[in-house]
């Protein structure tokens, strides 16, 4: 059932969703989500973004190949640069952050089959019956990277207002190439972000888990 949310109330309660039902989305609502999330800004109304929703027997495919490669520990190759050093603030909530994760789950710090195979999760699409992919043209630059992310929050955000979980993935863009491939997108389409959507299965322990936020005056200023 479809249920209606205050913004304020739809981005606050929003969180990564990391098991969902088998039930499919139905063409009728990616439509209605995809185009509502077409409002997103962007620079000069550009809408720079390039979209491709798996599902169905593309999605399998998709999933066992990135599968294969994850499993296989094939080194990443992602059509965007990533970061060489974090800073060290930033490194420490990502540390943090796993490491909150773990507990929740009840992982051990040196369970390594059991990190593996969350990690590897990452590319069965959690379960999701949906794997989405945003792709921008290789002419553009960091400049259109921004509006492809406002993009990207609105699918997550109104996915949220029409009941469907999402969950952003940097790993979905670990192999680009394979990706591409298997949809038959051509190489001057570099992928940025993936996405699994579908609707929550709440019984499962990940979805339990909460991630927290630094507190405001760490990062804002008002002047
Ligand atoms: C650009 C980006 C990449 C992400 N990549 C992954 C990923 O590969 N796997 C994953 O499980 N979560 C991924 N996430 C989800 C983040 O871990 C999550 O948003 C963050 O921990 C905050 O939790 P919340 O979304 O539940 O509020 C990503 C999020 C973003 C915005």
């Known amino acids: 059932m479809r249920t209606e949310v205050d913004l304020i109330e739809c981005i606050t309660s929003r969180k990564s969703i990391r098991g969902f039902k088998s039930s499919s989305v139905s063409n009728a609502v990616l439509r209605e989500l995809f185009a509502a999330a077409s409002r997103a800004p962007s620079y000069a109304n550009s809408q720079p973004w390039e979209v ?18 994850a499993s296989s520990n094939v080194a990443i190759n992602p059509d ?3 970061p060489k050093e ?6 420490q909530r990502t540390k943090d952050h796993g490491a909150r994760r773990f507990k929740a789950l009840n992982i051990e710090r040196d369970d390594a089959d059991a990190r593996n195979a969350l990690r590897l999760s990452n590319f069965r699409f959690f379960d999701a ?10 002419a553009l630059t960091s400049w259109s990277s921004t509006d492809i992310g406002m993009y990207a929050q609105n699918v997550a955000l109104c996915a949220h207002a029409m009941g469907l ?7 979905l863009a670990y192999y680009p190439d394979v990706v591409r491939k298997t949809l038959g997108i051509p190489e001057s389409k570099k992928l940025l ?4 959507l579908g609707y929550p299965d709440w019984d499962v322990a990940l ?3 909460t991630s927290t936020r630094v507190d405001l005056d760490e990062y804002l200023k008002i002047y």
């Not at 974090?86 to 490194?91: C, K, N, T």
């Not at 972000?193 to 699994?196: N, Q």
């Open 165 to 171: 979980g999402t969950c952003l993935q940097a790993s």
């Open 86 to 91: 974090w800073p060290s603030v930033i490194d």
């Open 52 to 69: 491709a929703v798996v599902t169905g027997a593309k999605r399998d495919e998709l999933s066992h190949n990135l599968y294969d490669l």
């Open 207 to 209: 979805n339990s888990y």
């Open 129 to 138: 019956p949906c794997a989405v992919f945003f792709f921008m043209d290789e």
């Open 80 to 82: 965007f640069e990533t």
């Open 193 to 196: 972000l993936g996405l699994s």
